[in-house]
Every structure is written in structure tokens, then in C-alpha cells.
């Protein structure tokens, strides 16, 4: 079964601090996504990463991908509170599985001041 | 440019009535995706199309989801007898190309809600 997790589910971080969450993958693919929710919001689109190795980096956060590994991470710089919001890695299946897509249950974190 | 919108925003329905949810993806888009977000979890893919072809129906929950693109633009997710298990955000998504263009856009979504 396919499975996309998140960890952790639930942060709660202080402001300046830095922490990281990870999105591991049970299968094949060098796809994947990082999307923000705010609360009652839709999905904004982050990071792309397309290939083994690669690395964005925008603003405070910054996204990895180390697909013989299946492992994205996405790491958080010196938080600050407008960062609060629900992060969600996807995972692209491709073209083989008509590119769907599939979604990891998202880590909600709270940045304190 | 405008984005993906999507219509209505909210919806209460009463259990067994039929609703119908729009969605305008980003002009020329070719690919447009459903999928539907339970509270507190992530989207969960219901179906996708490519122009007005409905290539994956595969993640629709039961028979009483029905979804459309009869022109290749806008699409309509249609729930037949609503039961209290379908509220949820449904998100309508789009992207420029079947394969090359990596990023989708999201939508609103509608927030249903059966009473």
C-alpha cells in the first residue's frame, strides 16, 4: 500500500528557532510537492523538487529530496509566527500511474512568539 | 491572471439531496484534478481529467459521485443523495500540461456540509 507519512503531525515551536519535518514515501517516484494551508484556505504551492538531490530554498524554509532514500525534508530557518500554518508534502506517482498524486496527512505548526 | 475559482465556496445540504460544485480552472489549462480534504487531513485524489476525457475515476468514494468537463474548461463534481460522510472540502486543481509542468493550482474549494 501506498503510503505517504509526515513527521511530526503537530509542532509547536518557538519564535527564532529551527526545526525540520520530514515526509517519508513507500514508492518509486522523483516527484514531489510542498504546499502551505492556512486555516478555511486553499493549498499554495512551495517547492517543487524534481529530481534526486535537489534543494530550493525560499525565504525561511527550505526543501530536500533524497529519492533512494524516499525521504523529503523540509526545513525551517529561524521561525517566525507567520509561518503557523499546515505543510503538506505530495508525492507524484508519474506518468506510468497517471501522475496522481498523493497527499501526506500534513504536520500543523504552531510558531509561538 | 485569474486563478482556479471555484463555486460555492460554502454548501449545507440536507442528507439526500443532490449538490453540484463548479470549477473554472486557470484558462488553457489542459489537466484539471478533484479532490476532496476530510477536516484535518490531507487531499485525497477523486478524479482527474485530461481536456474533456475523464481518465481516472478511480478514487470517486461510491456511484453517487459523478464528475464532468464536457468542454475541456469548466467541471462539475456532482454528489447524488448526500450522506453526512461527504462533508468535506472538495478542491478542484489545475495544471498547463499532462506531463512536463510539475506545479498544480489549487482552487478555493467548496466547504460541504451535510445536516
Known amino acids: 500500500e501506498l503510503k505517504v507519512e509526515q513527521n511530526p503531525l503537530f509542532l509547536s515551536m518557538q519564535e527564532g528557532k529551527n526545526y525540520t519535518i520530514y515526509c517519508n514515501y513507500s514508492?518509486?517516484?522523483?516527484?514531489l510537492y510542498w504546499y502551505r494551508q492556512d486555516p478555511g484556505k486553499s493549498l499554495e504551492s512551495l517547492f517543487v523538487?524534481?529530481?534526486?538531490?535537489a534543494v530550493k530554498q525560499e525565504g525561511r524554509l527550505m526543501a530536500s529530496l533524497d529519492t533512494k532514500a524516499r525521504l523529503s525534508t523540509l526545513h525551517i530557518t529561524a521561525a517566525v509566527h507567520d509561518l503557523s500554518a499546515t505543510y503538506f508534502c505530495a508525492v507524484d506517482l508519474g506518468m506510468n500511474r497517471d501522475d496522481k498524486i498523493i497527499f501526506g496527512k500534513g504536520t500543523r505548526l504552531h510558531i509561538l512568539p | 491572471g485569474a486563478g482556479v475559482s471555484q463555486s460555492p465556496r460554502y454548501k449545507v445540504a440536507k442528507r439526500g439531496q443532490d449538490v453540484a460544485l463548479r470549477c473554472d480552472p486557470i484558462s488553457g489549462h489542459v489537466s484539471l484534478f478533484w479532490y476532496q480534504q476530510a477536516l484535518g487531513q490531507g487531499p485525497e485524489f477523486l478524479t482527474y481529467f485530461q481536456n474533456e476525457a475523464q481518465l481516472d475515476k478511480s478514487g470517486l468514494p461510491s456511484d453517487r459521485f459523478f464528475a464532468e468537463r464536457p468542454e475541456g474548461s469548466v467541471s462539475t463534481l456532482k454528489i447524488q443523495r448526500t450522506q453526512q460522510e461527504d462533508s468535506a472540502v472538495y478542491l478542484c486543481a489545475s495544471i498547463a500540461l499532462r506531463f512536463g509542468s510539475a506545479e498544480q493550482y489549487f482552487g478555493p474549494g467548496t466547504r460541504l456540509t451535510v445536516t
Open positions: 514508492t518509486t517516484s522523483d516527484r
Open positions: 523538487l524534481l529530481s534526486n538531490g
